[in-house]
Structure formats: C-alpha cells, structure tokens
C-alpha cells in the first residue's frame, strides 16, 4: 500500500518553496513511485505532503534532491496509507 510523508518546514518562505518546486517539479514527476505533492504555508515556514509507493522511494528522492536545499533539517513524518481513492 501507497504511503504518506509530512514534512514542517519551519522557516521555509513561500518564495522559497516556490523556487524549489519550479527547480524539481519536472523531477519530481518522473521519480520513481511518485504519487502526489501538497504544499501550503503556515505562520511559521511550509509544509509539505507527499504521497509515494514506498518510504525507500520517498527517502532516495528526498535525500538526493530535496534535503540539501532545505534551511533547516527535517525528519519528514511517515504512514502507511490503509486505502487509497483516486480519481
């Protein structure tokens, strides 16, 4: 079953994250099990969900692309997904 990643990225502005999504996107969407990227920002910095087919792929991604850009580090949360509905 797919799994779920949340990722608050204290201090992280919206210009910021827009920057880096305009960079990955492209990359993003071609990466191996990628499911679905949400965003939205808070008081304090963003935050980001994610959906994957596996953590091992979720993890290769985040490690190589996403961890080195990121002001701050960030141990993303992880759930195994019980049902997945899509259009």
């Known amino acids: 079953m797919a799994v ?3 990722s608050h990225v204290t201090g992280l ?3 910021q994250y827009e920057g880096m999504a305009a960079d990955l996107t492209d990359k993003l969407k071609a990466a191996p099990g990628f499911i679905a990227h949400y965003a939205w920002e808070q008081e304090d910095g ?3 969900v994610e959906i994957w087919d596996s953590y ?3 993890d290769a991604w985040f490690d190589k692309n ?3 850009n990121l002001p701050v580090q960030v141990i993303p949360e992880k759930h195994e997904l019980t049902n997945k ?3």
């Open 85 to 87: 509905v899509t259009a």
């Open 13 to 15: 502005t919206r210009e």
């Open 66 to 68: 996403v961890k080195p």
């Open 56 to 58: 091992e792929q979720h």
């Open 46 to 48: 963003m935050n980001v």
């Open 4 to 6: 779920l990643t949340n």
